[in-house]
């Protein structure tokens, strides 16, 4: 895997899993007179979702869930392709644009700097004030011993 | 059998529309939304997206509010909406090792690397009706804070399975990744004896009530297992999936799920080994009891492989596999419903000749021979 690839993973990742009203209103000025020409319109299906037996062994099928998939070409000619969980074809329309645009040197490391990794730690903040919550919620059990004798 | 019928159509509309008043309810109180049951029924989405085979909770929530709160109908509701979507992609399997927990406890050991995470759960509630809730519910101030005196451990550690402790010290039968493409019911019907996948997603799928009341059936007796939570958790895994025009994979989000792993018996191997055993449960959301029952059922139809007599209902893999999926089951119950007319005149006619054959002296005294 090239470092460009391990990039563009992240922030395909960051886009997918960050909050869609958040990442589309974050992410419009970075498209404001840019155009894109839709390859192929998002469209709405499903992945199936596989688990592991006991976690970590052999594959199986869990169920479905809904995922939204779209690709566009900017006018430079770079490929964008957004595959999202959910219906949302807004952000799948728009995370494809941005995909495009991050992959063309001249917008990735302002974009990646000012769009990427506020999202990246809006996600991470979200996931450590969780986190802070549960642990509020660890426990520590005592045994009795049991006054039979 | 049932035939086919005409007419009745305004009756049909006009029940319908009475349908959809009744859910309304009492027009002086707001209208449910989709978002609130999504939001504040998050148990009840989880039970329809399992079983209804579709991680999406707006449909859920959907499907929820459509059906008047008939989690049963809503399955099925979101079930026939599946079969409108074309299937993209087979994710990666999820790996639930590194899953954002939001709950994590085991039953078999007390202290242990991560520590016991309860979470929200009702466990050690009173069970006692919360008149609060009747009246104005908490304050947004009494949700906001929740902290303990304790505050010092909030960093996050690493939560190791407890199962794999097991399998390190070889007390435990371990999983091996046999690294097949799993079997999928949704394709391919499944026959029996089935592989361990298909099995699997059949109860995943399965209805709650029906896995529960033989996941029960085993402690009571009839196909003893011997069972210990070993480990449960709730929490967000990190769906991903490696499309073919891109040659990499990429994750499309996260989704909850809960997963139950079960310390069976131990029980001696075809090698001569003597090691605990393992049943598997995985839902989406939270869904405990589910996947608690899952694995329970999941341990007792490997009776084969560890030279078990399958003497108890929750050892019969094509029963239980075959009556588990409750829109199957509603779809064939339900159909009594409709009109079966021509079915039952033919067996009045039947019974009425031969109570009739009966009153002749002929057909009397056939009957005394």
């Known amino acids: ?149 | 059998m049932y035939v086919a019928v005409k007419g009745g159509e305004s009756a049909i509309q006009n029940a319908h529309k009475l349908l959809d008043k009744t859910r309304r309810g009492d027009l002086t109180f707001p209208e449910l939304s989709v978002a609130q049951v999504q939001k504040q029924l998050p148990l009840a989405v989880s039970r329809v997206m399992t079983e209804g085979s579709v991680y999406d909770p707006e449909l859920a929530a959907l499907a929820i509010k459509q059906s008047a709160g008939d989690l049963v109908e809503a399955i099925f509701l979101l079930r026939a909406y599946r079969t409108t979507l074309s299937r993209f992609y087979s994710s990666e399997p999820i790996d639930t090792t590194t899953m954002q927990v939001a709950r994590r406890i085991s039953a078999t050991f007390k202290d242990l690397p991560g520590g016991q995470l309860l979470g929200p759960t009702f466990d050690y509630t009173h069970r006692l009706l919360d008149f609060t809730l009747l009246a104005d519910g908490r304050t947004p101030e009494e949700l906001a804070n929740i902290t303990s005196q304790d505050n010092s451990e909030s960093e996050s550690e690493s939560i190791p399975r407890v199962l794999e402790m097991l399998e390190k010290e070889a007390l435990m039968v371990a999983e091996e990744d046999e690294q097949k493409t799993p079997a999928d019911i949704t394709q391919d019907p499944p026959s029996y004896p089935c592989n361990r996948s298909a099995r699997l997603q059949a109860l995943a799928r399965g209805d709650e009530g029906f896995l529960l009341a033989l996941g029960y059936s085993t402690q009571r007796g009839y196909g003893r297992n011997h069972p210990f939570a070993g480990e449960i958790r709730t929490g967000d895994v990190t769906v991903s999936l490696l499309p073919e025009e891109l040659g990499f994979s990429i994750d499309i989000g996260t989704i909850e799920v809960t997963e139950c792993e079960m310390i069976n018996g131990f029980s001696k191997l075809e090698d001569g080994d003597i090691k605990f055993t393992r049943g598997y449960g995985l839902a989406f959301g939270m869904n405990e009891r589910k996947t608690l029952s899952m694995a329970l059922i999941d341990r007792a139809l490997q009776a084969e492989k560890y030279g078990e007599e399958r003497v108890s209902p929750a050892q019969q893999e094509e029963f239980i596999l075959s009556h588990c999926d409750n829109v199957e089951a509603a779809g064939f119950v339900s159909h009594l419903k409709l009109p079966h007319y021509v079915d039952f005149q033919s067996e009045l006619e039947l019974l009425r000749r031969l109570r009739a054959e009966r009153t002749t002296p002929d057909a009397a005294s056939g009957d005394q021979s």
């Open chain 1, 1 to 149: 895997m090239t470092q460009d690839q391990t990039l563009r993973q992240h922030w395909i990742s960051v886009m997918a899993k960050s909050n869609a009203e958040l990442f589309l209103d974050l992410s419009s000025e970075y498209i404001a007179g840019q155009d894109f020409e839709t390859i192929r319109a998002p469209e709405v299906g499903l992945t199936q979702v596989r688990g592991r037996m006991g976690g970590t062994g052999s594959q199986f099928n869990v169920g479905d869930m809904t995922i939204t998939r779209c690709v566009v070409q900017s006018t430079k000619g770079h490929y964008g392709y957004s595959y999202i969980k959910g219906r949302n074809k807004d952000h799948a329309y728009r995370a494809a644009q941005l995909d495009a645009l991050l992959q063309d040197d001249e917008h990735q490391s302002a974009t990646l700097a000012s769009l990427i990794q506020p999202l990246e730690a809006t996600l991470a903040e979200n996931a450590a004030a969780k986190a802070n919550e549960v642990a509020q919620t660890k426990v520590d059990f005592f045994t009795l011993v049991r006054g039979e004798d």
